[in-house]
């Protein structure tokens, strides 16, 4: 079975201050890895997915993940954070193998302090 | 941009009562998804749909639901007697590969039954 751990379910940063989330994952086979970002009233947007390519992924709005095999994790971080980066943001794992669902966390809120 | 279209935004129905969610994936998409999201807890996939049959579904989805492609745009998701514990925002996703391609997710259905 799969499972996806995202340690915070808030954090606040200063706008211009490194954002980091944290997402670990359990899966038993090589897995499919994605962070989404929800904005208030909106659905999920895909920022990244790592599907065992490059180890090191980049998405849009100036976010990337890396994927650590032997830390079990696919953290996302971006640099300088925005007033707009403020969401909520979910990793998800899948096998990767056919249409298989994604395992979601229970998300992390970003708020981002002017 | 295409993206999956949900109605109601929102829905407000009598416990024991059915209801239809609603759903419109993108056009050239031959996968179809539901998950929902219970208030403050994960998000959690329910049912998978490829060539007009259920695919997989979770342990969430019981005789109480039922999904149907009823033409060529439309996707749906039927609760015939909803319980409380019901109540959650409810998903749509499309995606246009077997291999694992981006699942591509509608604003949601908010469901409060009282």
């Known amino acids: 079975a799969q499972s996806v751990t995202q340690l915070g379910s808030h954090v606040s940063v200063s706008e211009g201050a490194l954002v980091l989330l944290r997402c670990n994952y359990s899966s038993s086979v090589p897995p499919y890895l994605f962070w989404y970002v929800q904005y208030p009233n909106q659905g999920l947007q895909l920022l990244l997915k790592y599907t065992s390519a490059a180890t090191l992924v980049k998405g849009i709005n100036g976010f990337e993940a890396e994927f650590k095999k032997s830390e079990t994790s696919f953290h996302l971080t971006k640099p300088s954070a925005h007033m707009s980066d403020a969401a909520e943001y979910f990793c998800a794992v899948s096998s990767g193998s056919g249409n298989t669902p994604l395992v979601f966390g229970k998300g992390t809120r970003l708020s981002v302090i002017a | 941009e295409p993206e999956v279209t949900q109605t109601p935004s929102h829905q407000v129905t009598q416990m024991g009562q059915e209801v239809i969610l609603r759903c419109v994936p993108i056009s050239n998409h031959l996968y179809f998804y539901w998950y929902r999201q219970i208030l403050g807890q994960k998000v959690e996939f329910l049912v998978s749909?490829?060539?007009?049959?259920?695919?997989?579904k979770s342990e969430i989805f019981d005789d109480q639901f039922s999904v149907e492609r009823p033409d060529g745009s439309n996707f749906t998701l039927k609760i015939r007697s909803t319980k409380l514990e019901d109540s959650a925002m409810y998903f749509c996703a499309s995606g246009r590969r077997r291999d694992q391609e981006t699942q591509y997710f509608g604003p949601g259905t908010r469901l409060l039954v009282l």
């Open positions: 749909f490829y060539n007009n049959e259920i695919s997989e």
